[in-house]
């Protein structure tokens, strides 16, 4: 069956260090994967997609590895900030199509420490 | 950019009632529209997903019946529950996308729906 695992544990991340979260799937052949976050009560937020030919994405203190062969999405936040504490989740394309809707991760939840 | 506003934030309603969900697109036109839902600790599950001017398309195990999907325009799409019943209790959140290939969703904030 297909699955989405993220560490179902809550990180907690001294400020300014650098948070890595982790996203393994299996039984999916994604176009793309992007990361959301989601604070208690909201909607996700688009945070960065990245493509099966891509294998880095940045932007700002923000950094997403994609490794298809590993079946792998890696999310880091660098200098990490109290305000970057929230849910984190990990979304693939549905079916493959590349405009489908996304399945997600059940989400990492981050805590950055003062 | 791409704000996509959810209406009502809360709903509270006895079994039985018939409650509508207002999705819209405020600064951009969404040719597809998504319906999730999410019960606590879970992660968000795709219901259907909402095509302007056709039927929307429902995920396995997903009513129609009961969640009744109208896209009537580019920038509003609504979602009915019909007939609601405690177990329809959960947080639905819509999304939308720019047109093209391969572009992230925007979400609104979500309705959380409580029958009593």
């Known amino acids: 069956s297909q699955k989405i695992e993220q560490n179902s544990e809550a990180l907690n991340i001294q400020e300014g260090k650098t948070a890595t979260l982790t996203c393994n799937y299996t039984?999916?052949?994604?176009?793309?994967l992007q990361w959301y976050r989601q604070d208690p009560g909201r909607g996700p937020v688009f945070l960065l997609l990245i493509r099966e030919n891509e294998k880095e994405k940045r932007k700002e203190r923000l950094k997403v590895t994609f490794d298809t062969t590993l079946k792998q999405s890696l999310f880091h936040i660098t200098a990490s900030q109290p305000a970057d504490s929230a849910t984190y989740l990990c979304a693939l394309d549905h079916s493959g199509g590349g405009a489908d809707g996304l399945s997600f991760g059940i989400g990492s939840l981050l805590f950055i420490q003062p | 950019g791409a704000v996509v506003s959810q209406h009502p934030s809360r709903v509270i309603c006895k079994s039985g009632t018939s409650v509508k969900i207002e999705c819209r697109s405020l600064?951009?036109?969404?040719?597809?529209m998504f319906w999730y839902r999410q019960f606590p600790k879970k992660s968000l599950m795709l219901m259907a997903t909402?095509?302007?001017?056709?039927?929307?398309?429902?995920e396995q195990g997903v009513e129609k019946d009961k969640f009744l999907i109208n896209h009537a325009s580019l920038t509003l799409s609504t979602l009915t529950v019909t007939s609601a019943h405690p177990e329809d209790s959960s947080f639905y959140i819509c999304?939308?996308?720019?047109?093209?290939?391969?572009?992230?969703?925007?979400f609104g904030d979500g309705t959380r729906l409580s029958i009593l």
């Open positions: 039984n999916y052949s994604p176009a793309y």
């Open positions: 600064d951009f036109q969404a040719t597809t």
């Open positions: 909402s095509n302007e001017g056709s039927k929307a398309t429902y």
């Open positions: 999304s939308a996308t720019r047109t093209g290939i391969i572009q992230p969703q925007h």
